[in-house]
């Protein structure tokens, strides 16, 4: 099966922090939160596509968070108003809203915070909190502060928030706090997922993961992304990018 590619118009592509860019599309789109879109801005060469998870979704646009480190992403930073693109989606299943309900926490690790904005913004008829960890510069969670209860930030510099990880700020809202969560939904890097779902089993809580890959489709054929979890080998893509958390066996 090969993908169908759509044109899309650059409305406009900036910069929101160091590295970290959004790209917002012109046009009718549509999409769950936590399913992603593979672009393309290119003939050649890079030659595949990339996956990027919807950031946000309003009636004439669709916005993609991004960070650059690549050849793809380089690509896509130099995207000007007015370029045109290609692009396939929505894919992937993305978090099931029927799911989740009750007390929510929603937990993202640096560029983990792109499908965030949207899913906190589906969800804002629950009571959700907000953990997001950072390097040093944060961004984005002023956009979704609108959507949530409480928002809880960390950084591994310090400069803004708890000094540390995001999962100390998780911990200890659960030990101190007294929180007791329904649902909790994680993105970000694979270390601090497993971190995220070993909280989570301790406390009985039910957890999903978003998990990024490398992907050549988008569509499940060509397997490149193939994850392993506890029910076999997984695509990425197409069975996920969402997983229940105590599912996927991470460093495999």
């Known amino acids: ?39 393309k801005a290119w003939d050649e060469e890079p030659i595949l596509p990339r996956p990027l998870s919807v950031h946000d979704v309003d009636k004439d646009s669709i916005h993609f968070l991004y960070e650059v480190k690549g050849k793809g992403t380089e690509r896509l930073r130099d995207l000007n108003k007015g370029d045109i693109i290609e692009l396939t989606g929505p894919l992937g299943n993305g978090f099931d809203r029927l799911k989740i309900k009750g007390r929510v926490a929603v937990v993202s690790g640096g560029i983990g915070i792109a499908p965030m904005l949207y899913a906190a913004k589906t969800l804002k008829d629950l009571e959700v909190d907000f953990y997001a960890g950072f390097r040093d510069e944060i961004y984005v969670t002023c956009d979704i502060k609108q959507y949530v209860k409480n928002v809880y930030i960390s950084t591994d510099s310090g400069t803004y928030g708890h000094k540390g990880y995001v999962t100390d700020c998780l911990s200890e809202s659960l030990r101190v706090g007294g929180k007791k969560y329904d649902t909790v939904l994680c993105c970000g890097p694979e270390i601090m997922m497993k971190k ?47 997983f229940l958390g105590e599912d996927v066996v991470f460093n495999a």
């Open 1 to 39: 099966m090969q993908p169908v590619y759509t044109k899309g118009e650059v409305l406009k592509n900036i910069k929101v922090s160091k590295g970290i860019y959004k790209l917002s599309i012109k046009g009718d789109y549509n999409a769950n939160m936590g399913q992603f879109y593979m672009i």
């Open 196 to 242: 995220v779902v070993d909280i989570c089993e301790t406390n009985e809580i039910p957890v999903y993961v978003s998990l990024e890959s490398s992907m050549a489709c988008g569509l499940g054929a060509c397997l490149v992304c193939t994850c392993t979890t506890n029910k076999g080998k997984k695509r990425v893509c197409k069975d996920g990018p969402v």
